[in-house]
């Protein structure tokens, strides 16, 4: 009896042993997944949160993006339309300036044939004017250059209008420069015979003409000076000078 009581006793200590071996043998972990990378858990779905935090953030960033790109969009809007209507103002602006310059200098920009005064010409009196104050000819020369634009230089026969060809020459020239100027007069032809770039009879003595040493009326120089000028030491009035001297020309068409 002894003998049995103690072999059922080692038969149940070596069952026991067994099963712990074989828990022993168990992996402490899960298995790796087949692409050895991921263990493979039996986990069980939870449920989920019917408003997740991160969820709420990101919903909350794009309603406030939103609101911004609106107002931008607003703001364009408003600075497109104020750029518009302000380039309609300069607009109007401008065809209001061209209207009143039309009507104050629409005559004023006229010659005695009703011909507008073309830039760089200006209109003085009845005829239009250049003055290349920068320009140094010779009489002849001079003359080519006013043909360049359609004209001659300058020719006069009354008192006013030569009152004002002096004040647009004075105007031009309102530095004093010692510059003198080129009229359309020579007597070349016939000595002592004065005569336009037109073929008329050019005026003598005062106002036209001036003196030299306050006292020589002109012109007095013979044939040495035959040329007609505006001679800016006397005030721009006419002297008689070598053809070859290199002066301003004073064009007129």
């Known amino acids: 009896m002894p003998k049995l009581l103690l072999m059922f006793l080692l038969t149940l200590v070596t069952c026991q042993f067994s099963e712990a ?30 408003s997740h935090p991160s969820q709420s953030l990101t919903d909350f960033l794009l309603l406030r993006q939103e609101a911004l790109l609106s107002r931008m969009s ?10 518009k209507e302000t380039l309609e103002t300069l607009v109007q602006v ?9 009507k104050i200098g629409g005559n004023a920009d006229k010659d005695a044939d009703g011909a507008v005064c073309q ?12 003055l290349a104050l920068q320009e140094k000819h010779t ?19 009354d008192a006013n209008t030569f009152a004002a060809v002096l004040a647009y020459v004075n105007t031009i020239n309102f530095q004093k420069k010692a510059i003198n100027v080129w009229v359309g007069g020579s007597d070349e032809a016939v000595e002592d015979t004065w005569l ?9 003595g005062p106002p036209f003409w001036g003196t030299s040493d306050g006292y020589a009326l002109q012109p007095n120089a013979g044939p040495s000076q ?13 002297h008689d000078l070598p053809c070859t ?7 007129q068409k």
């Open 119 to 130: 830039l760089p010409f200006t209109r003085v009196g009845e005829r239009c004017l250049l």
């Open 21 to 50: 071996g074989e828990e022993a043998e168990e992996p402490a972990l899960p298995p790796l997944h087949l692409n050895c990378t991921q263990p493979t858990y039996a986990l069980t779905p939870s449920p989920r949160p019917s």
């Open 226 to 238: 035959n040329c007609a000028v505006l001679w800016q030491a006397d005030y721009y009035y006419m």
């Open 94 to 102: 401008r065809d209001a300036l061209n209207e009143v310059n039309a």
């Open 245 to 251: 001297h290199k002066c301003a020309p004073l064009c």
């Open 74 to 83: 607003s703001a364009e809007a408003a600075t497109t339309q104020l750029l």
């Open 139 to 157: 009489w002849t020369s001079a003359r080519q250059f006013c043909a360049g634009y359609g004209a001659d230089l300058a020719h006069f026969s």
């Open 196 to 204: 336009w770039v037109t073929g008329e009879l050019m005026p003598r």
